[in-house]
């Protein structure tokens, strides 16, 4: 063993101050690279000054890229280690010096003819990664070669190159005849390269209306026999591309969900949740409802094992579990204590968790759920505790027997004084008024206790509409709105157009006490405003009660449209289109996908005679809501009738048990046994687009696609506009 | 599928970066410390997941570190942070402990690591077994040069060829873990068993395993008579070894194992528990000056087995002083870090029960306007008030059983065949308990 010259590495001991700068700095590195000559035996020396080079990129040392022709006359020497540094620092500064980066490519070139399969697979990799013209026109010709390498490593490399040269330069992609001969690895007989061209087709099908991606069943079923030989990311591809499939028959589609079925016991929870996505999907052209509630019943034990996952997985889960809850009730029906809080939950997984115990409260559960809710009102991060009080006081009108119940646990919040509970509190109390007109209005007392407290225009708006709507029974309604038209002026206008219809109430049900106020406020409201629609509501209530008080009377203390609780419920086509994307980022942001995703290409459910109507047919039933629940959206309530059209509990074991256990194992033994020729029948070309191309598929979108995206969307938001939950 | 993947310290510098699709500006990471501090002021916790500008970002914490990834697609969200946490578990492998030494130590191994696990994107790579065999630290230590191995496009991704031990065995430990939410009044809101079957397996050759356990389903659907117990799994994960179509099929668990350490199976158990050891506690307050806690554990599980390290942790107010305490058995110590009484016990038989009492002096006597009045009686469970560190935390119980399992799950067998080498082999099988999250809320004050 000979003793490597290691001092001889950190010789800088001449001058310091000068190898600091960074010319010195350059020149040293340049020194030490092609220092040790031919005693240098293993390359030690260059190893070491590389290493050094490496450090310096990572640290944006720029000064680096001075030593590129250094760094291409290393790439001949045939050792790994040396390669992979030299093609780590080429990737990272080709864009920045082209004119030198070209003199790689004949050196790569070479490489891709290596013996070791290791050696060409990383110089395609490399080659493919550097966006610069000559690169990729020396690739696409390169690629077709290794695209029938005889090793799988290679080939599921160059698999993926296809996606990246696509990504540099499509027309010549397009030109060239890469893309049939991607899909012509569809027929290799490794799995792992299928499921890679699978998820290189799909890649670049998702950037280019040009291309149209046809599943059928066969190839569809043979994607399925391969998948237990997947690697648990090549499973999660394949899955990801059977979504592209459109099963022509019922059946089709649930012998494919059934044989797809095993992977929710998969460790991998990306694995188990394209899964649920896929089995979601199929659902939509199943008939038989029987088997509909045999894979509902599948679907809930793996959806609630990932919330016993890590809090990001766990959150994932959560917000998709909301839209599985809508769209499929039978999945999580019984399920209500699994979304109690753990003290330690992250505040993100407990708002979700609350927004799913809301969905889940009914007449049954409802004690249990209010002694949860009780609990959460006295943690300690704000925003939790201003929804679980606002929860309470929607559960009140969500269900109507326990209103009783839900108003004293809001009392007895109420009562200790916390400024932002009294808050929530009063707004969520006024909405149960106009629920319950004439019923609850002996609280109003308490309520009246606590007015110095509120600070927030909301829940000063509520209670000034309180006031007002109920003049007549609060012995000093006139004191109290005249304590709050003290500081009329400087309210905001929310306040101020509560405080001047309920002003305009008190007067039309006590004269008397209101004839001073009247013209004092409609005074300041049609004089001293510069807002245009308090100016306005201002001129109408004068004239109305200039002209004839009667007619005034009825109109405003008219009957009102009664509210529900049930408005926050997603509008079922932006439902469906999320169901389709089921464990992406827009089921977390909860967001239609063109709103957040502007060049994403659109999903939805494509026709076929399999394809179940009632879940399609977009017969609104739509019901008012008022402002604080809704954002305007017509909410649909699509989950009655999803009930309806389950007959009753099936018992999936009797039907769907013996049978389709049968068929799910004689066609993955077929499948199995044919040749892998029948892949060749799946195609993607060049054509129209079965996607409906252009993306003006009229979804209709609760928020405006074109308005500029909010500055941070936490999915947690509340009621900001363009979130799709409001709790 | 990512466009870029980060590594930043907490302060949010960039250590390391890889740039996989070139399609966002590597500037946007400089987005990112100032978009979670933003978030972090409206809430205490920020998801996982947020997005700026048209630009994702996906991250996790891990010890001092950040790991990000940023993408423009709407992509498997679960897919790329299942990948960092992947990257975590190959690194710490690698590393011994993922943290910013490591990555600064390690630039060239993580960028090879980086280039190996992910392209274009897209997860490739990540049994970190597999990697270990042609991407290592010293690679002048290879005698030949590396060649990628055969299992990472193979069927069998989690094991290679040719392992040979002298002796070969199996050790499987079966660890259970109980999670318990139980109210102020002592109803269980929610149970649940969060059971795991680990192996450590060093075994030669290509063996191929047969895991037999006392699964209520699979007694169902082979028609098998039950000798004593069998249990119902609500739900079994696997590791990707398992065949899970022939799991589907006829509930056997046959695979070909990984070499050494891993978890072969998890599985979660709905039935109801009893806590294995139950807490009552009465919390007086006098006067405002002083409170009084009473606490009453019993073991409720056989006489023949002990609970282990018993802890039960009493939260307390956070200006609480001059603690004064009595029980009949193990210690009780005063933890004002994190304002609690933690009551030890070594060693807890079955069906004992134990008492113990703690005072602690209050230094001021709070009056209703400074610290929420009513929430304090009513509701706080602590003297703390809303917004104290003490408000609302409940009372945590830890311990281990060893030899039991909660749920009853029992090993049957473990078959082990190597068709080529036919070696004698001998499986080892360890039961354990453990307390998992378990939470009893504290009464109101009386």
């Given at each position: 063993?000979?003793a490597?010259?290691?001092?001889?590495?950190?010789?800088?001991t001449?001058?310091?101050?000068?190898?600091?700068?960074?010319?010195?700095?350059?020149?040293?590195?340049?020194?030490?690279?092609?220092?040790?000559?031919?005693?240098?035996?293993?390359?030690?020396?260059?190893k070491?000054?590389?290493?050094?080079i490496?450090?310096?990129?990572?640290?944006?040392?720029?000064?680096?890229?001075?030593?590129?022709?250094?760094?291409?006359?290393?790439?001949?020497?045939?050792?790994?280690?040396?390669?992979?540094?030299?093609?780590?620092?080429?990737?990272?500064?080709?864009?920045?010096?082209?004119?030198?980066?070209?003199?790689?490519?004949?050196?790569?070139?070479?490489?891709?003819?290596?013996?070791?399969?290791?050696?060409?697979?990383?110089?395609?990799?490399?080659?493919?990664?550097?966006?610069?013209?000559?690169?990729?026109?020396?690739?696409?010709?390169?690629?077709?070669?290794?695209?029938?390498?005889?090793?799988?490593?290679?080939?599921k490399?160059?698999?993926?190159?296809?996606?990246?040269?696509?990504?540099?330069?499509?027309?010549?992609?397009?030109?060239?005849?890469?893309?049939?001969?991607?899909?012509?690895?569809?027929?290799d007989?490794?799995?792992?390269?299928?499921?890679?061209?699978?998820?290189?087709?799909?890649?670049?099908?998702?950037?280019?209306?040009?291309?149209?991606?046809?599943?059928?069943?066969?190839?569809?079923?043979?994607?399925?026999a391969?998948?237990?030989?997947?690697?648990?990311?090549?499973?999660?591809?394949?899955?990801?591309?059977?979504?592209?499939?459109?099963?022509?028959?019922?059946?089709?589609?649930?012998?494919?969900?059934?044989?797809?079925?095993?992977?929710?016991?998969?460790?991998?929870?990306?694995?188990?949740?394209?899964?649920?996505?896929?089995?979601?999907?199929?659902?939509?052209?199943?008939?038989d409802?029987?088997?509909?509630?045999?894979?509902?019943k599948?679907?809930?034990?793996?959806?609630?094992?990932?919330?016993?996952?890590?809090?990001?997985?766990?959150?994932?889960?959560l917000?998709?579990?909301?839209?599985?809850?809508?769209?499929?009730?039978?999945?999580?029906?019984?399920?209500?204590?699994?979304?109690?809080?753990?003290?330690?939950?992250?505040?993100?997984?407990?708002?979700?968790?609350?927004?799913?115990?809301?969905?889940?409260?009914?007449?049954?559960?409802?004690?249990?759920?209010l002694?949860?809710?009780?609990?959460?009102?006295?943690?300690?991060?704000?925003?939790?505790v201003?929804?679980a009080?606002?929860?309470?006081?929607?559960?009140?009108?969500?269900?109507?027997?326990?209103?009783?119940?839900?108003?004293?646990?809001?009392?007895?919040?109420?009562?200790?004084?916390?400024?932002?509970?009294?808050?929530?509190?009063?707004?969520?109390?006024?909405?149960?008024?106009?629920?319950?007109?004439?019923?609850?209005?002996?609280?109003?007392?308490?309520?009246?206790?606590?007015?110095?407290?509120?600070?927030?225009?909301?829940?000063?708006?509520?209670?000034?509409?309180?006031?007002?709507?109920?003049?007549?029974?609060?012995?000093?309604?006139?004191?109290?709105?005249?304590?709050?038209?003290?500081?009329f002026?400087?309210?905001?206008?929310?306040?101020?157009?509560?405080?001047?219809?309920?002003?305009?109430?008190?007067?039309?049900?006590?004269?008397?006490?209101?004839?001073?106020?009247?013209?004092?406020?409609?005074?300041?409201?049609?004089?001293?405003?510069?807002?245009?629609?308090?100016?306005?509501?201002?001129?109408?209530?004068?004239?109305l009660l200039?002209?004839?008080?009667?007619?005034?009377?009825?109109?405003?203390?008219?009957?009102?449209?009664?509210?529900?609780?049930?408005?926050?419920?997603?509008?079922?086509?932006?439902?469906?289109?999320?169901?389709?994307?089921?464990?992406?980022?827009?089921?977390?942001?909860?967001?239609?996908?063109?709103?957040?995703?502007?060049?994403?290409?659109?999903?939805?459910?494509?026709a076929?005679?399999?394809?179940?109507?009632?879940?399609?047919?977009?017969?609104?039933?739509?019901?008012?809501?008022?402002?604080?629940?809704?954002?305007?959206?017509?909410?649909?309530?699509?989950?009655?009738?999803?009930?309806?059209?389950?007959?009753?509990?099936a018992?999936?074991?009797?039907?769907?048990?013996?049978?389709?256990?049968?068929?799910?194992?004689?066609?993955d033994?077929?499948?199995?046994?044919?040749?892998?020729?029948?892949?060749?029948?799946?195609?993607?070309?060049?054509g129209?687009?079965?996607?409906?191309?252009?993306?003006?598929?009229?979804?209709?979108?609760?928020?405006?696609?074109?308005?500029?995206?909010?500055?941070?969307?936490?999915?947690?938001?509340?009621g900001?506009?363009?979130?799709?939950?409001?709790? | 599928?990512?466009?870029?993947?980060?590594?930043?310290?907490?302060?949010?510098?960039?250590?390391?970066?890889?740039?996989?699709?070139?399609?966002?500006?590597?500037?946007?990471?400089?987005k990112?410390?100032?978009?979670?501090?933003?978030?972090?002021?409206?809430?205490?916790?920020?998801?996982?997941?947020?997005?700026?500008?048209?630009?994702?970002?996906?991250?996790?914490?891990?010890?001092?570190?950040?790991?990000?990834?940023?993408?423009?697609?709407?992509?498997n969200?679960?897919?790329?942070?299942?990948?960092?946490?992947?990257?975590?578990?190959?690194?710490?492998?690698?590393?011994?402990?993922l943290?910013?030494?490591?990555?600064?130590?390690?630039?060239?191994?993580?960028?090879?690591?980086?280039?190996?696990?992910?392209?274009?994107?897209?997860?490739?790579?990540?049994?970190?077994?597999?990697?270990?065999?042609?991407?290592?630290?010293?690679?002048?230590?290879?005698?030949?040069?590396?060649?990628?191995?055969?299992?990472?496009?193979?069927?069998?991704?989690?094991?290679?060829?040719?392992?040979?031990?002298?002796?070969?065995?199996?050790?499987?430990?079966?660890?259970?873990?109980?999670?318990?939410?139980?109210?102020?009044?002592?109803?269980?809101?929610?149970?649940?068993?969060?059971?795991?079957?680990?192996?450590?397996?060093?075994?030669?050759?290509?063996?191929?395993?047969?895991?037999?356990?006392?699964?209520?389903?699979?007694?169902?659907?082979?028609?098998?008579?039950?000798?004593?117990?069998?249990?119902?799994?609500?739900?079994?994960?696997?590791?990707?070894?398992?065949?899970?179509?022939?799991?589907?099929?006829?509930?056997?668990?046959?695979?070909?194992?990984?070499?050494?350490?891993?978890?072969?199976?998890?599985?979660?158990?709905?039935?109801?528990?009893?806590?294995?050891?139950?807490?009552?506690?009465?919390?007086?307050?006098?006067?405002?000056?002083?409170?009084?806690y009473?606490?009453?554990?019993?073991?409720?599980?056989?006489?023949?087995?002990?609970?282990?390290?018993?802890?039960?942790?009493?939260?307390?107010?956070?200006?609480?002083?001059?603690?004064?305490?009595?029980?009949?058995?193990?210690?009780?110590?005063?933890?004002?870090?994190?304002s609690?009484?933690?009551?030890?016990?070594?060693?807890?038989?079955?069906?004992?029960?134990?008492?113990?009492?703690?005072?602690?002096?209050?230094?001021?006597?709070?009056?209703?306007?400074?610290?929420?009045?009513?929430?304090?009686?009513?509701?706080?469970?602590?003297?703390?008030?809303?917004?104290?560190?003490?408000?609302?935390?409940?009372?945590?119980?830890?311990?281990?059983?060893?030899?039991?399992?909660?749920?009853?799950?029992?090993?049957?067998?473990?078959?082990?065949?190597?068709?080529?080498?036919?070696?004698?082999?001998?499986?080892?099988?360890?039961?354990?308990?453990?307390?998992?999250?378990?939470?009893?809320?504290?009464?109101?004050?009386?």
């Amino acid at each position: 063993m000979m003793a490597l010259p290691l001092g001889f590495v950190y010789m800088p001991t001449v001058s310091l101050q000068k190898l600091r700068s960074s010319q010195g700095k350059v020149a040293e590195l340049r020194l030490e690279l092609n220092s040790g000559g031919k005693k240098d035996k293993n390359y030690a020396t260059k190893k070491i000054a590389l290493k050094r080079i490496v450090a310096n990129m990572t640290m944006s040392n720029n000064d680096m890229v001075a030593l590129f022709p250094d760094i291409i006359q290393c790439m001949h020497i045939s050792s790994l280690e040396i390669k992979k540094m030299c093609f780590l620092y080429l990737v990272n500064y080709a864009r920045v010096r082209p004119e030198i980066a070209v003199n790689a490519i004949p050196i790569l070139e070479h490489d891709m003819e290596d013996s070791n399969p290791l050696v060409r697979a990383l110089a395609l990799r490399t080659m493919s990664y550097i966006h610069v013209r000559e690169f990729v026109a020396a690739t696409v010709p390169l690629v077709k070669h290794m695209l029938r390498d005889s090793d799988p490593y290679v080939r599921k490399t160059a698999a993926f190159c296809v996606a990246k040269l696509y990504d540099h330069d499509r027309h010549m992609v397009e030109q060239s005849d890469l893309i049939d001969r991607l899909n012509s690895l569809l027929r290799d007989d490794n799995p792992t390269v299928v499921a890679s061209a699978l998820a290189g087709l799909m890649d670049i099908w998702e950037r280019s209306d040009a291309i149209k991606l046809t599943i059928d069943y066969t190839n569809a079923s043979k994607m399925v026999a391969i998948l237990a030989d997947c690697s648990e990311w090549g499973q999660t591809y394949i899955l990801e591309a059977l979504m592209s499939y459109v099963p022509q028959e019922s059946g089709e589609a649930s012998l494919l969900a059934e044989r797809i079925a095993p992977r929710l016991s998969h460790s991998n929870s990306s694995v188990v949740l394209t899964c649920i996505r896929v089995i979601l999907y199929l659902m939509n052209y199943i008939a038989d409802q029987k088997q509909i509630s045999a894979l509902c019943k599948k679907l809930s034990p793996p959806l609630v094992t990932l919330l016993a996952k890590g809090p990001e997985v766990q959150y994932l889960a959560l917000r998709n579990a909301l839209l599985i809850l809508q769209r499929r009730p039978e999945v999580l029906r019984n399920d209500i204590r699994v979304f109690f809080c753990k003290y330690n939950d992250p505040i993100y997984v407990k708002v979700t968790k609350l927004e799913l115990i809301f969905m889940l409260a009914n007449e049954k559960n409802i004690d249990e759920v209010l002694t949860e809710l009780r609990e959460y009102a006295t943690e300690i991060d704000v925003h939790f505790v201003r929804k679980a009080v606002r929860a309470i006081g929607k559960l009140a009108i969500k269900i109507e027997p326990a209103a009783r119940r839900c108003i004293d646990l809001l009392l007895e919040l109420v009562a200790t004084k916390v400024t932002y509970i009294v808050q929530e509190a009063t707004v969520v109390i006024r909405n149960i008024f106009r629920k319950y007109p004439n019923q609850y209005e002996s609280i109003i007392g308490t309520l009246c206790e606590h007015l110095d407290s509120l600070d927030e225009p909301e829940a000063k708006a509520a209670m000034v509409w309180v006031i007002g709507q109920y003049a007549d029974r609060i012995e000093n309604s006139d004191a109290l709105l005249e304590d709050f038209l003290y500081s009329f002026q400087e309210e905001p206008v929310e306040v101020q157009l509560a405080l001047l219809t309920a002003t305009v109430k008190l007067f039309i049900q006590r004269p008397t006490k209101g004839q001073e106020l009247v013209p004092k406020v409609l005074k300041w409201a049609t004089e001293e405003t510069d807002n245009p629609d308090l100016r306005d509501r201002a001129y109408m209530y004068w004239r109305l009660l200039s002209t004839d008080m009667n007619s005034a009377k009825s109109i405003v203390m008219g009957e009102k449209p009664p509210i529900t609780a049930e408005s926050e419920r997603l509008e079922s086509s932006t439902l469906e289109e999320m169901c389709l994307n089921v464990g992406t980022l827009a089921t977390v942001y909860l967001k239609p996908v063109q709103s957040v995703f502007r060049s994403a290409r659109p999903r939805k459910l494509i026709a076929s005679p399999a394809l179940q109507k009632q879940y399609l047919a977009n017969d609104i039933e739509t019901q008012k809501s008022i402002s604080m629940f809704g954002n305007g959206s017509q909410p649909t309530n699509i989950d009655l009738r999803t009930r309806n059209a389950v007959p009753s509990p099936a018992s999936p074991a009797a039907n769907g048990g013996g049978n389709l256990a049968q068929a799910v194992n004689d066609a993955d033994a077929y499948f199995s046994s044919i040749g892998t020729q029948q892949m060749a029948a799946m195609r993607i070309d060049g054509g129209d687009d079965g996607f409906g191309g252009g993306g003006l598929n009229g979804t209709g979108y609760v928020v405006n696609a074109l308005a500029p995206q909010a500055v941070l969307q936490p999915a947690h938001g509340e009621g900001s506009n363009g979130d799709l939950l409001v709790l | 599928m990512a466009s870029a993947i980060f590594f930043l310290d907490l302060k949010g510098k960039t250590l390391l970066a890889r740039n996989y699709r070139g399609d966002i500006p590597m500037s946007a990471v400089e987005k990112f410390p100032v978009l979670l501090s933003e978030a972090e002021e409206e809430s205490s916790a920020v998801p996982p997941c947020f997005s700026h500008e048209g630009i994702n970002y996906l991250y996790i914490r891990h010890n001092n570190l950040y790991l990000l990834a940023l993408t423009k697609r709407n992509t498997n969200a679960a897919g790329i942070l299942l990948f960092l946490h992947k990257v975590v578990e190959v690194f710490t492998e690698y590393f011994k402990a993922l943290e910013e030494e490591s990555i600064r130590d390690n630039f060239v191994v993580i960028y090879e690591l980086l280039d190996e696990m992910m392209d274009f994107g897209y997860p490739q790579t990540t049994e970190s077994k597999i990697l270990q065999e042609y991407i290592t630290q010293e690679s002048h230590k290879l005698e030949i040069q590396a060649r990628p191995p055969i299992a990472v496009t193979n069927a069998v991704s989690w094991r290679s060829e040719g392992i040979r031990y002298r002796k070969n065995e199996v050790f499987l430990d079966v660890v259970e873990s109980l999670n318990l939410l139980v109210s102020a009044n002592g109803n269980v809101l929610r149970s649940e068993i969060l059971g795991a079957i680990k192996m450590k397996c060093y075994l030669s050759g290509m063996p191929e395993l047969r895991l037999g356990l006392n699964d209520k389903v699979m007694f169902e659907t082979t028609g098998r008579s039950t000798r004593g117990k069998a249990i119902e799994m609500e739900d079994v994960k696997f590791h990707q070894c398992v065949r899970l179509s022939r799991f589907e099929n006829d509930r056997t668990i046959s695979f070909i194992p990984p070499d050494g350490e891993f978890e072969l199976m998890s599985y979660r158990l709905n039935t109801q528990v009893k806590p294995l050891i139950w807490v009552e506690c009465l919390v007086e307050s006098h006067s405002g000056s002083r409170i009084e806690y009473m606490l009453k554990a019993r073991a409720q599980f056989k006489r023949r087995s002990t609970a282990n390290n018993v802890e039960i942790i009493v939260p307390v107010p956070d200006d609480a002083d001059s603690p004064r305490f009595r029980t009949n058995v193990g210690s009780v110590h005063y933890a004002p870090e994190q304002s609690a009484i933690v009551w030890k016990i070594k060693q807890f038989g079955g069906n004992k029960e134990f008492l113990m009492r703690a005072e602690l002096g209050l230094p001021s006597v709070r009056g209703d306007d400074e610290h929420g009045g009513g929430m304090t009686g009513g509701f706080g469970g602590s003297m703390g008030g809303i917004g104290g560190k003490g408000a609302k935390r409940p009372i945590q119980v830890k311990f281990e059983i060893p030899y039991f399992t909660t749920s009853g799950i029992q090993v049957r067998y473990l078959k082990i065949t190597e068709p080529k080498l036919q070696y004698p082999s001998l499986p080892w099988v360890r039961y354990i308990t453990q307390s998992g999250d378990i939470a009893v809320r504290l009464p109101d004050v009386a």
